[in-house]
């Protein structure tokens, strides 16, 4: 299992090599994070009140959220409206992440979320994680540094990493 995995923003079959505007890569754990707590946040409307594509990607996102291995189209095939929605759900998520205390893998509560590891994981990451996503989905992520993808979800934050 990695730690790390890409997420693209393409809408079809990314390119050869990663666009630095349209890709970023994450930690693994904090992705699950991010994506279990937008499944749950979704999965708590009532389903007349849930976007009308949701049923559509339901099963993609929770199976990014389980699988640390595939590449994740954040753009799921969304059309313009759509991927605007999407970006306002996973904002609203890093909120919310950003309101809770870290939980390590042994604590009963009512996260029921998928840990890998044995630590505690720092929400603000994850939250960072989540508002990267809507910015990618929107085309406003900033540039990483020549030569660099942007690594979110990270200990401590933001950072860089070489696509070689």
Not at 58 to 64: A, I, N, S
Not at 68 to 91: Q, T
Request: aromatic share 8%; glycine share 10%; hydrophobic share 35%.
């Amino acid at each position: 299992m990695s730690k790390t995995r890409s997420i693209g923003c393409y809408g079809g079959p990314p390119p050869d090599l990663p666009d630095p505007a349209r890709e970023i890569w994450a930690y693994d754990g904090a992705l699950s994070i991010l994506l279990g707590q937008l499944l749950r946040d979704v999965e708590g409307i009532p389903p007349e009140h849930r976007p009308q594509w949701w049923d559509a990607c339901v099963e993609e996102l929770r199976t990014q959220a389980m699988v640390s291995d595939l590449f994740f189209d954040v753009a799921l095939r969304l059309g313009a409206d759509d991927r605007e929605e999407f970006a306002e759900l996973l904002e609203e998520t890093a909120a919310r992440l950003r309101e809770r205390p870290p939980r390590t893998p042994g604590q009963n509560d009512d996260w029921h979320l998928i840990f890998r590891g044995d630590h505690a994981y720092d929400v603000g990451p994850i939250a960072e994680l989540g508002q990267a996503l809507g910015a990618l989905l929107r085309g406003t992520l900033p540039p990483p540094p020549p030569g660099t993808l942007w690594l979110y979800g990270a200990p401590g934050g933001r950072t860089t990493i070489s696509p070689r």
